[in-house]
């Protein structure tokens, strides 16, 4: 990215995409969080928790929710739909960044839980990884879909290539 020298934005005032770099930090503090989450429960002699399907369900209601925004933008900037405010515009790429570092955040914090969970020989164990894992799939699902949302954003002009 081309910087000015006052170290402020780009002369063309142009946004980059979230990095990859934030995505992959912060599923791995997800990761590892969500690895010590059975370690600190057993320290403290509490149980450690029990991860439900609804969990599971409502991140995968979210991306839904995400893909179709995403796909409604897309068409509202390609002229297919009435085309949104640019304060409209600027708010769903904040949500898209946002749902980007969460859906990682919980993405990672659901594996972590799940992978803590291989090969214990416990009550419940099997249950607790099937379900975390599953709910990890579903934190991916929502960061893949923020993604697409965050590409959705971009407003072409003349001089992009398509």
């Known amino acids: 990215m081309n910087r000015?020298?006052?170290?402020?934005?780009?002369?063309?005032?142009?946004?980059?995409?979230?990095?990859?770099?934030?995505?992959?930090?912060?599923?791995?503090?997800?990761?590892?969080?969500?690895?010590?989450?059975?370690?600190?429960?057993?320290?403290?002699?509490?149980?450690?928790?029990?991860?439900?399907?609804?969990?599971?369900?409502?991140?995968?209601?979210?991306?839904?929710?995400?893909?179709?925004?995403?796909?409604?933008?897309?068409?509202?900037?390609?002229?297919?739909?009435?085309?949104p405010e640019p304060h409209r515009l600027v708010n769903r790429l904040v949500l898209a960044r946002a749902s980007a570092v969460a859906g990682a955040l919980v993405a990672g914090g659901y594996l972590g839980y799940a992978v803590s969970w291989l090969g214990v020989r416990a009550e419940l164990a099997d249950e607790r990884a099937v379900r975390s894992g599953l709910a990890g799939l579903g934190g991916l699902v929502v960061l893949m879909s923020a993604l697409l949302l965050e590409r959705a954003c971009r407003v072409r002009t003349p001089d992009d290539s398509p």
């Open 4 to 83: 000015d020298p006052s170290g402020g934005l780009p002369p063309d005032g142009r946004l980059e995409s979230i990095g990859a770099g934030a995505v992959v930090t912060t599923l791995c503090v997800g990761l590892i969080a969500g690895w010590l989450v059975r370690r600190v429960a057993a320290s403290f002699d509490r149980t450690a928790p029990l991860v439900t399907w609804t969990q599971s369900l409502v991140l995968f209601f979210g991306a839904a929710i995400l893909a179709l925004v995403a796909w409604h933008t897309r068409r509202a900037l390609d002229g297919t739909q009435p085309r």
